[in-house]
């Protein structure tokens, strides 16, 4: 279903406006690194902060500028089942591939809860990427949870796996990858790991920086390449680790503002980044092969 490298697109600002021209480029320089696809008003989009007008701007102007070059998911996820499903419902006008739909934060809602929820979203018709990240939620799914939900809700394809327990990934990867799920790395430091144990796809926020080369490392993978892989994925790592000095999209946003390709700007409640950590930041870009990077 999903296969290669998305980066999770920024919002770029300007003013505290939409800056439709760098995210414009932004696309076209990712479409030219060879990525697979987008999501877009993920949390690396910060659309927590978005109207729901300018999410649908952003919907429309992503849509038509990728036109088919490369698939598209929409984030419609919300803690609240109606809200979802009018995101859902907005997204659909703009046929995207599947609608990424995060676990309901706070809530925490119990098996019941969780497949009513997921069975009311799956009833526009369109495929569903469940989006598992307990350090935003404050739930962590069992793998006897996802057996049941999965069970109950076909149309959950795939799921963006962002837990950090290894033993709960590899569980996940044995039991569902390369059959009843597409199971997708949303962890850019995980993702050789991913790529071992048989995921073929990373939704992926650094790589809004970096797609050169987890495009790259994806291409030697799947030529069984695989120690040349790991070579360009050392050579990266600093970048991929910069990337989360601080909260997301803080570290990208301003890379990308010292690449020239977008103001650093982001809304509240976030704010701008320490000056120690830019200073970090501006060490690791000077350092890095520039191949690596978006252009």
Request: overall charge neutral; proline content about 5%; hydrophobic content about 45%.
């Amino acid at each position: 279903m999903f296969e290669g490298v998305l980066p999770a697109l920024i919002t770029p600002f300007k003013d505290d406006k939409i800056d439709f021209s760098a995210l414009e480029t932004l696309i076209d320089r990712h479409l030219a690194a060879g990525v697979s696809g987008f999501v877009l008003l993920g949390t690396t989009a910060e659309t927590a902060a978005l109207t729901d007008a300018e999410k649908e701007e952003i919907i429309k102007f992503s849509s038509q500028k990728i036109n088919g070059k490369a698939k598209i998911i929409i984030g419609a996820g919300t803690n609240n089942t109606n809200a979802t499903l009018r995101n859902i419902e907005t997204a659909a006008k703009y046929g995207p591939d599947a609608v990424l739909v995060v676990t309901p934060y706070y809530n925490k809602p119990n098996l019941s809860g969780m497949i009513a929820h997921y069975t009311a979203a799956a009833k526009a018709g369109l495929p569903i990427v469940l989006y598992h990240i307990p350090g935003r939620t404050g739930q962590k799914l069992s793998v006897k949870f996802f057996e049941e939900l999965l069970a109950a809700v076909p149309a959950i394809k795939a799921v963006k796996e962002s837990d950090y327990d290894i033993a709960h990934i590899t569980q996940m990867a044995v039991k569902f990858g390369g059959g009843r799920l597409n199971y997708i790395c949303g962890n850019d430091d995980l993702w050789p790991a991913f790529l071992g144990m048989g995921s073929r796809c990373v939704i992926s926020a650094g790589s809004n920086t970096f797609s050169p080369a987890f495009v790259k490392i994806y291409n030697l993978f799947c030529e069984g390449k695989t120690q040349e892989a790991i070579l360009v994925f050392r050579a990266v790592y600093d970048i991929v680790d910069a990337s989360f000095y601080e909260v997301n999209p803080t570290c990208c946003k301003y890379m990308l503002e010292k690449l020239g390709l977008c103001s650093s700007g982001v809304r509240l409640p976030l704010g701008p980044l320490a000056p120690e950590t830019k200073q970090k930041i501006d060490a690791v870009l000077k350092a890095v092969d520039k191949n690596l990077l978006i252009k």
